[in-house]
């Protein structure tokens, strides 16, 4: 009885230690399949994260492809056009007689005619630029010219108002006009008190007139002298002679005066009345023009 009781109390503790060390295995293998499947978990979760930002790279890539393949296609679309519009140009071209050469050609010719019209356009600007420098150098003498004139003109009215001489502008030039007969008997070269006292008189204004130089030239009609003198070119002269020598003595300067006589052969009138030939008998202090009043002459000659 004791016996028997005995076995069983053994073979249940022996039971009991077996079972307690299997459970505990089998726990500890449960623990570490969880761990290990909780890692596979994260790493599907890893995985499948990275799939999806593949696939997102991959729809970047596919549109990405897509605009290259349209733009691929729009530039061979406007490549194909251009050749297409270049062989229509060339059948145009072609159709027409005309050749790219020839056109290149024309173009060169139309370059060289345009640049030779711009050329000759800035030689004629240039041109009448001149000429209006020209011009109003010109229109400022005239001016000068007037005013010393019309200076003159003031300075000499009381010899105009009471007839003994005028002033005209004749051939470009101004000149006083003395009767011959009023310096002068006929026939005679030695001048009258009358006549003196006139060229002094004139003499006083023309010495004051600055930078001009004067010629005085003896006139005559067409009655020919041959008392004393060969012809009427002597008697001018000589007429001429003796009022520029009273001119100097009376103050102008022997520098800014000469004589010179013309006969008969300038007439302010025709030699057919008595009246006429005593307009053609006189003597004439003429202004000579400055060079640099003279067109051709002044500064835009230098």
Sequence with gaps: MSKVFLFV???????????SGTH??????????????????????????????????????KAALLKLKKEYDDM?????????????????????????????????????????????????????????????????????????????MAKLKKMIDAGTLSVKIRKGRMIVTLSSDILFAVGATELTPEGKAAIAELAATLKEIPDRNFLVVGHSDSTPIKKKFASNWELSSQRAIEVVKLMIASGVPPTMI??????????????????NKTMNRRVEIVFMP????????????K
């Excluded at 109390?9 to 079972?19: E, Q, W």
């Excluded at 004589?259 to 009345?273: K, L, R, V, Y």
């Excluded at 400055?290 to 000659?301: M, Q, R, S, V, Y």
């Design 24 to 61: 505990q295995l089998v726990v500890d293998e449960l623990a570490a399949q969880k761990k290990a499947n909780e890692a596979l978990t994260a790493d599907n979760d890893g995985l499948k994260k990275d799939v999806a930002d593949l696939k997102a790279d991959i729809e970047k890539f």
């Design 290 to 301: 400055k060079i640099d009043e003279l067109p051709g002459f002044g500064p835009e000659a």
């Design 9 to 19: 109390v053994m073979m249940g503790f022996m039971v009991s230690c077996v079972t």
């Design 76 to 152: 061979s679309k406007n490549f194909m056009d251009a050749m297409a519009f270049n062989d229509d140009l060339k059948k145009t071209l072609k159709e027409k007689g005309a050749s790219l050469e020839e056109l290149d050609a024309k173009n060169k010719e139309l370059a060289t005619k345009k640049a030779e019209e711009q050329a000759k356009f800035a030689a004629e600007q240039e041109r009448l630029k001149a000429e209006l420098e020209q011009l109003k150098r010109m229109k400022e003498a005239a001016e000068k010219r007037n005013a010393e004139f019309n200076n003159v």
């Design 258 to 275: 000469a004589a010179s006589g013309n006969a008969e052969f300038d007439p302010i009138a025709d030699n057919d009345t008595p009246e």
